[in-house]
C-alpha cells in the first residue's frame, strides 16, 4: 500500500475545493483546504509538519499562484515541498514562468468526473 499524504489545497472556486477534497479523500490522503493565501502560510508557519505536496489555483484574489510560490521558494523551510498549479488555462509564457520559478508540475483543470484519475496520476509522478 503506497504511503498517505499530506496535502494542502489552495483556490477560491468552493465547488472545485468540495470535489478535490473529496477526491483526494476517497484515494486515502489527507487534505487542508484554503480560499486564502494568507491563511493558507499561516497554517504552513503554525503547523509541526509540512505537507507533501501543494495544489494551488492560479487566480487567486489574494496571494495569487505567482506570489505564493514567490514566498515558498524563497524560504528555506518551505522551498522543498512541490508545488502543482491548477489553471483552466495557461499561456506559453505563463508556463515558462511557473516552471523556472519552480513549480513541479501545471494542471489543466479538469472535469469533476475527472477528478479522482487526475490527482491519482499527479500524486504518483516522482518530484525530485
Known sequence: MKKSKYIYY?????????????A?????????IFRDGH?????LSKSESKPDILFLGSNMPILNGRELIVILKNSVQWNDIPVVIISGAFPKKLQRQYLNSGVKHI??????????STFKEVLEMKFA
Request: a negative charge; zero cysteines.
Open 10 to 22: 489552495l483556490d477560491v472556486e468552493n465547488e472545485d475545493l468540495y470535489f478535490f477534497k473529496h
Open 107 to 116: 494542471m489543466k483543470r479538469t472535469h469533476v468526473e475527472d477528478y479522482t
Open 39 to 43: 491563511k493558507m502560510m499561516q497554517d
Open 24 to 32: 483526494i479523500e476517497g484515494l486515502g490522503h489527507k487534505i487542508s
